[in-house]
């Protein structure tokens, strides 16, 4: 059975920075693109970022500059590295995994899920 555990989400003040974790299991970890998405209360679900195995990157432009995705295939870990953070930032974090191998925007494309990790930027 395949396995996503997010963890590392929690309070922080807007400005400040926050690392998220995505631990796999149960699947090839390098044959997979893996993707972050983001829910907040009242909104539907939206891309963050997407690496596949390679390094290949993907990016939401509301993220880019401020966020780094980055993966360790010898752990089965994909990171989410977010700085300078905003209120707007505020969501349910999900990582996401995709054996078509590419970085891609579109959630319907992911086969797995974890059950997300909650981030709360205060202002």
């Known amino acids: 059975q395949v396995q996503l555990v997010e963890s590392g989400g929690g309070l922080v003040q807007a400005g400040g920075s926050l690392k998220l974790s995505c631990e796999t299991s149960?699947?090839?970890?390098?044959?997979?693109?893996m993707a972050w998405f983001r829910q907040a209360p009242g909104k539907q679900r939206e891309f963050v970022m997407a690496i596949t195995s390679g390094g290949t990157r993907s990016y939401a432009d509301s993220v880019k500059g401020r966020f780094t995705i980055s993966r360790d295939n010898a752990q089965n870990t994909v990171y989410l590295q977010m700085n300078r953070l905003k209120p707007e930032d505020t969501a349910v974090y999900y990582c996401?995994?995709?054996?078509?191998?590419?970085?891609?925007?579109?959630?319907?494309?992911?086969?797995?899920w974890g059950q997300g990790t909650q981030v709360t930027v205060s202002s």
């Open positions: 149960g699947l090839t970890f390098r044959s997979y693109a």
């Open positions: 996401a995994a995709d054996f078509a191998g590419l970085p891609l925007a579109r959630g319907r494309d992911y086969e797995y």
